[in-house]
């Protein structure tokens, strides 16, 4: 590499030029208390530019010595012909080669690689020897993330949004965006269930006509979100019941009478009585669990108290 190590001031750093920036850390490995104790063992590569120097690599470590206080600090410097595909290289490289890569990070490596390959090298041979992986599905897939607003980025690092949902998020207008992303970051809870919530709220947004908003902003689901008392997994499931109440009300009726009528029998816990899923199907699964025949006929008459129910089973 064609670089030479010099002092650099920090104003002549332009550390708002992020382009060839990967990490999405902040500093959780000690790097200032080790910076502070040891100096700065691993210089930074900057590239001479028209506006001061650009950061090819080091972000994390410019970014710590301004807050030490430092008014310069040792770089190794670039001169301006190098070629922006090696400044990618270098980009990606001085970062998979310490550590694994979050899906953002990966995501900003291949956009590098696609923007600044050399056309001459096979944009898989490179990710290879940069330590990511040459499957283009995989690139396909990455490559989208770094393409969503950076909000839904730290969503999905923090793991609030899973990558499916954010997807879906992004199609949306950017007020019902932003609105539903803080929604997900206030529950925080799976993907399955993340799609399901997702699925109610935009469907009660096309049924009624209104913007999405409306029903993430009502009061009763506020109130569940903001309920000191109830737990992550149980405010999750107070929305789930309640936008299906608000999506499907006949349907949740008909949860409530059939619950209401079945725990008015108190029937004995070793039998149990499920509906056809979402009431749409005609069978319903009565299951007996029992070890003798003692057992098996001491239950014959909670059996009868289901046929005997009016409204529980239809005729």
């Given amino acids: 590499m064609d670089f030479r190590i010099t002092s650099v001031s920090l104003a002549e750093i332009a550390d708002t030029d992020e382009r060839f920036k990967i990490s999405t850390c902040v500093d959780k490995t000690g790097l200032r208390a080790s910076i502070s ?11 001479a530019g028209e506006k001061g120097y650009v950061i090819v690599s080091g972000f994390r470590r410019i970014q710590t010595i301004k807050a030490l206080g430092w008014d310069d600090v040792p770089a190794r410097i670039l001169s301006a012909d190098f070629p922006l595909s090696g400044c990618a290289r270098i980009a990606i ?4 080669f310490q550590r694994s890569l979050n899906i953002v990070e990966q995501s900003r490596a291949y956009a590098l690689i696609q923007n600044y390959s050399d056309p001459s090298n096979d944009w898989q041979d490179v990710a290879r020897m940069l330590g990511l ?3 283009e599905t995989a690139m396909r897939r990455l490559m989208s993330v770094g393409r969503l607003p950076e909000i839904l980025q730290y969503s999905i690092l923090e793991g609030s949004i899973a990558l499916p949902v954010a997807l879906r998020i992004n199609a949306l207008q950017d007020d019902e965006r932003d609105v539903i992303t803080t929604f997900f970051r206030q529950i925080n809870t799976n993907l399955n269930l ?3 919530l997702f699925e109610l709220i935009q469907e009660i947004a096309i049924r009624d006509d209104v913007p999405l908003q409306s029903t993430i902003e009502r009061s009763d689901v506020i109130a569940i979100i903001q309920a000191p008392a109830l737990s992550a997994p149980q405010k999750v499931q107070r929305l789930r019941r309640l936008l299906r109440t608000i999506r499907y ?3 949740s009726r008909a949860e409530d009478r059939y619950n209401d009528t079945l725990k008015a029998l108190k029937l004995d816990p070793r ?10 199907g005609k069978a319903f699964r009565l299951t007996v669990t029992v070890e003798t025949r003692r057992q098996l006929k001491a239950l014959l008459s909670e059996i009868e108290k289901i046929r005997s129910a009016t409204g529980l089973l239809p005729e």
């Fill in 93 to 96: 490289g001085d970062n998979s």
């Fill in 249 to 251: 009300p006949e349907l």
């Fill in 194 to 196: 993340q799609r399901e």
């Fill in 133 to 135: 992986s040459d499957s």
């Fill in 37 to 47: 104790t040891m100096g700065l063992l691993c210089p930074p590569v900057l590239m």
């Fill in 271 to 280: 039998i149990q009585l499920q509906p056809p899923r979402e009431f749409e």
